[in-house]
């Protein structure tokens, strides 16, 4: 599997953002698609994640603020990032959740930077 994350980059407290992922390498509509994020010194947490026929799941601090969508011909999952605050400051990964606890299936991609700063 090939992944690419993308679209990260310093926004200031309450401005927006969107995460592409391209994921490459395997069937694609066998995968519910998620994104993780991982501050710095934290463990990697599950942000969203959405099914093959687009039904969406997000945690709850990403709940009303972010929004997942799946293009599943250009087997692409954007997240878009609203009303950022600085606690949203992290690497993004995208990735497929297994089973709950919903750990990540394959190796972490390169992952895209999100800074939330004034």
Excluded: M
Excluded at 17 to 25: A, N, Q, T
């Amino acid at each position: 599997v090939r992944i690419v994350e993308s679209g990260g980059g310093l926004v200031q407290p309450g401005g927006s953002l969107r995460l592409s992922c391209k994921v490459s390498g395997i069937n694609f509509g066998d995968y519910a698609i998620g994104w993780y994020r991982q501050a710095s010194g934290k463990e990697h947490e599950l942000v969203a994640y959405v099914n093959y026929g687009g039904l969406a799941t997000y945690e709850d601090f990403a709940q009303g603020r972010f929004a997942i969508f799946r293009d599943n011909e250009e087997k692409t999952v954007d997240l878009q990032l609203n009303a950022l605050q600085p606690g949203d400051t992290a690497v993004y990964y995208c990735n497929a959740p297994g089973p709950v606890p919903h750990g990540p299936v394959w190796h972490w991609g390169q992952g895209t930077q999100v800074t939330v700063s004034s």
